[in-house]
């Protein structure tokens, strides 16, 4: 088989990852094998502040999309956004099969809904724990623990290879909601001999372990019982285990709890749907918490990260129909903050303050644990699955680096950091990069997705920090100008719009009488003398370089 060039035997093993290598979020994982393809999750990442109206990325499928024929399926390691999100937005591309555990499932059916698209696609729900075939592929679930119910790491069997694509993960004896990760599975894993392991490098860079959800259960009923007035707990809503550990610690402390937010109900409808918090008390309405005394609730909202539309930033600037906080309520941070998000983060927390709550975050209690490994838990993996190469995934380029340094501690004889788009091949217990393919994101802008490298996005970052001038200039015969200009400025200040006013037609005139008769008649020329023009003047009185855009209209064409 040759695509793009790259010749690829059909029983290579090839693994190209096309997002979430050296970043965070995306994640999107090609297998090949015997001349067929299996992607492994299929994520968004969020855009930042140099990326103007830019909300949701998904990365570019193009290089799978070309060979969608052999694509057999989607494998779907757990519910996190970062690994289910894009399938709205790529599945019509793509076409195939997803399959997933039922909580996952869930999450995923709920989506294709909204797109309007469920009925189209063949969703097959694996049971967590399981083995299954889709074409060559002889896969298996391997249950482990995280930050969302049923996380399963991968083995992809191809042949005499075998892959541990281990997903997202840590080690949790007690993590609330499901079970601890299968040892045993892992040991048995070990056994047959393995040839890469593909892994979670988000947290390998911290000391020791992640630590326990049961650990911070206790440590929530201790701080529960130092307040009186209301509590408030943002979290992700997809934390079910935590919005478990909440719920009990509030119980213990004689507190109920209300969900605020309609991504955390989406959530317990999922979480229930699939067995989940079955045990909890029911939670309560934002309604139901005025009837109650301050010292009755917990309110659990959304808006960690501190998103502008969710709860916690509504109920900051006491703005949100149902709930308010005052003096001596307090909000707790049971999240991390997410690198990039500090700064909203830090103006929900001060509008918080200023209305007199208290704060409470990671810094000041035991009120967070994180679902990706530490070093020690790394080095568990490392040491338990023993790869002949190790290949770090799912984090930037100093979480790969830190996953890579540990793989060498644990004498794992070849390392392999992947870069976006790499074609790796794996055989008998050797990985190289023999080609790279186009693994560019795609930004989701309104209905239609572009390219984040494109014109477009360079260009809203051009309009947005330099502003623009838009001019009309009508040429009568002789290719002059007929009348003054019309300028609009936009976004680079008043006195320049008046200056313009007074001044354009003088410049342009000046400007367009350089040109010979024959030049004037192409508009080209006359565009460029102009914006020459105005760029000058700009450059002078701003000291800036505005985007300028000129249109010619010709009175003499029928001549
Ligand atoms: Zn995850
Ligand atoms: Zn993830």
Not at 159 to 164: A, H, K
Not at 473 to 502: E, F, H, K, M, R
Request: charged letters at 25%; glycine letters at 8%.
């Amino acid at each position: 088989m040759e695509i793009e060039g790259i010749k690829i035997n059909d029983n290579d093993l090839i693994f190209v990852p096309l997002g979430g290598s050296n970043e965070i979020g995306m994640n999107m994982n090609l297998y090949h094998f015997s001349g067929k393809w299996i992607i492994v999750d299929l994520g968004i990442s969020f855009g930042d502040d140099t990326m103007p109206g830019v909300d949701v990325l998904v990365p570019d499928p193009s290089f799978i999309e070309a060979q969608r024929e052999n694509l057999l399926g989607i494998v779907v390691t757990h519910g996190h956004e970062d690994h289910i999100g894009a399938i709205p937005y790529l599945w019509e591309r793509l076409g195939c099969p997803i399959f997933s555990t039922p909580f996952t499932a869930s999450l995923i059916r709920r989506k294709l809904v909204e797109k309007g698209i469920l009925e189209r696609v063949k969703l097959v729900e694996i049971n967590p724990s399981s083995k299954f075939e889709v074409g060559p592929f002889k896969l298996e679930l391997i249950s482990l623990t995280h930050s969302i119910p049923e996380p399963n790491g991968l083995v992809v069997e191809c042949g005499e290879q075998i892959i541990w694509h281990t997903g997202d993960w840590k080690l949790d004896p007690d993590p609330q909601v499901g079970q601890p990760g299968d040892m045993e599975a892992l040991k048995s894993l070990a056994s047959r001999g393995v040839t890469a392991m593909v892994s979670d490098s988000t947290n390998a860079h911290m000391a020791g372990t992640t630590g326990s959800e049961g650990a911070l259960l206790s440590s929530l009923e201790t701080l529960f019982s130092q307040y009186r007035k209301k509590i408030g707990v943002a979290c992700f809503a997809s934390n079910v285990a935590r919005l478990r550990s909440i719920a009990m610690a509030a119980k213990k402390n004689d507190r109920h709890v209300a969900l605020v937010g309609r991504s955390l109900w989406r959530m317990y409808e999922v979480a229930k749907e699939n067995g989940y918090l079955l045990d909890v008390p029911d939670f309560i309405s934002e309604k139901d918490v005025g009837f109650l005394p301050d010292d009755k609730v917990v309110i659990i909202c959304t808006g960690s990260q501190g998103e502008p539309r969710a709860a916690l930033s509504r109920i900051a600037d006491d703005s949100h129909p149902e709930i308010s906080l005052a003096g001596g309520d307090v909000v707790i941070f049971s999240s991390r903050e997410i690198p990039g998000n500090e700064k909203a983060i830090s103006r929900v927390q001060n509008k918080l303050l200023d209305r007199g709550v208290k704060i409470i975050t990671e810094q000041d209690h035991h009120v967070h644990v994180s679902g990706h490994p530490a070093h020690d838990e790394v080095v568990f993996m490392y040491q338990t699955i023993k790869p002949d190469i190790a290949i770090p995934v799912h984090g930037e380029k100093k979480h790969l680096r830190a996953n890579a340094s540990i793989a060498k501690l644990c004498q794992i004889p070849q390392i392999l950091m992947p870069d976006n788009g790499n074609v790796i091949r794996l055989c008998s217990g050797r990985a190289e990069v023999i080609a790279d393919v186009k693994a560019d994101a795609l930004v989701v802008d309104g209905k239609q997705l572009i390219p984040l490298a494109s014109q477009t996005i360079k260009d809203r970052n051009k309009l947005l920090h330099n502003g623009s001038i838009f001019s009309s200039i009508i040429l009568g015969s002789n290719g002059s100008c007929d009348g003054p200009p019309v300028v609009t400025c936009l976004g680079v200040g008043a006195g320049i719009q008046v200056a313009l006013d007074q001044q354009v037609e003088a410049l342009m005139s000046d400007e367009i009488e350089t040109l010979s008769p024959a030049e004037r008649s192409l508009d080209e020329n006359v565009i460029n003398a102009c914006t020459k023009a105005i760029k000058r003047f700009c450059r002078r009185q701003l000291g800036k370089n505005p985007t300028i855009l000129i249109h010619i209209i010709r009175t003499d064409l029928e001549e």
